[in-house]
């Protein structure tokens, strides 16, 4: 594809134009809530924006408190619909990360004791103190410059 063509259509703006199907559960100005084709566990739905939006980078102050409140929203009416005592709340940033659609998307997953999904993170990670110091500090240091 060179330069001058268009990119091809992103499935999660088809979903939000109504051009593909979804089995939608909360649509707002803002946002869309459906079900995934492939849901990782029963119950597990996208909360996404209506604007494209490639990464949580892109995301503005409004459109960030709008993603939030229907995230909230939607967890509680997945746990309810599926008797969940526990969830994941999961957003991927980049292929690293395992964001395979890119078009921001926050996975609201619903978890149950043995249910299919593995363990999110590694149990052995061993960090020297100076180096947990080190990037609070960084961190610190740039979180109010980034607003």
């Not at 259509?9 to 459906?34: K, N, Y």
């Not at 119950?43 to 996404?48: K, R, S």
């Not at 043995?114 to 609070?136: E, F, H, I, N, Y």
């Given at each position: 594809?060179?330069?001058?063509?268009?990119?091809?259509?992103?499935?999660?703006?088809?979903?939000?134009?109504?051009?593909?199907?979804?089995?939608?559960?909360?649509?707002?100005?803002?946002?869309?809530?459906?079900?995934?084709?492939?849901?990782?566990?029963?119950?597990?739905?996208?909360?996404?924006?209506?604007?494209?939006?490639?990464?949580?980078?892109?995301?503005?102050?409004?459109?960030?408190?709008?993603?939030?409140?229907?995230?909230?929203?939607?967890?509680?009416?997945?746990?309810t619909a599926v008797n969940a005592e526990d969830m994941n709340i999961i957003q991927s940033n980049g292929?690293?990360?395992?964001?395979?659609?890119?078009?921001?998307?926050?996975?609201?997953?619903?978890?149950?004791?043995?249910?299919?999904?593995?363990?999110?993170?590694?149990?052995?990670?061993?960090?020297?103190?100076?180096?947990?110091?080190?990037?609070?500090?960084?961190?610190?240091?740039?979180?109010?410059?980034?607003?």
């Open positions: 594809m060179d330069a001058d063509s268009p990119p091809r259509e992103c499935p999660f703006c088809a979903i939000v134009a109504g051009r593909a199907p979804a089995r939608e559960v909360l649509r707002t100005s803002d946002v869309l809530a459906f079900l995934p084709d492939v849901p990782a566990v029963l119950g597990h739905t996208l909360v996404v924006p209506k604007a494209h939006l490639p990464n949580i980078w892109a995301v503005g102050q409004r459109e960030a408190h709008a993603l939030a409140d229907a995230t909230r929203r939607v967890a509680t009416a997945v746990a292929a690293a990360a395992g964001q395979s659609v890119f078009h921001l998307h926050i996975h609201v997953v619903p978890r149950k004791p043995g249910d299919r999904m593995p363990d999110l993170w590694p149990d052995d990670a061993k960090w020297q103190v100076a180096q947990l110091d080190s990037v609070a500090e960084n961190i610190r240091s740039t979180v109010d410059h980034h607003g």
